[in-house]
């Protein structure tokens, strides 16, 4: 194993083009890649709440 990176635990899925326009290949991307947060509206609702209330005038 001559690359430490061999070991990791995971990988990145891979990707088209280069520099500023690469970007993962959805061909390969697959139902397990990805995030699936549902309560993301309600979590930044929630913060926005709060900050503002915390925000002095």
Do not use: I, N
């Given at each position: ?35 699936d ?5 309600e ?15």
């Amino acid at each position: 194993m001559a690359d430490p990176f061999d070991r990791a635990a995971s990988k990145a899925p891979p990707t088209l083009g280069e520099g500023c326009l690469s970007r993962y290949d959805p061909a390969a991307l697959g139902h397990d890649d990805g995030t699936d947060f549902p309560g993301a509206a309600e979590l930044w609702e929630q913060l926005q709440g709060t900050s503002d209330a915390s925000v002095p005038e």
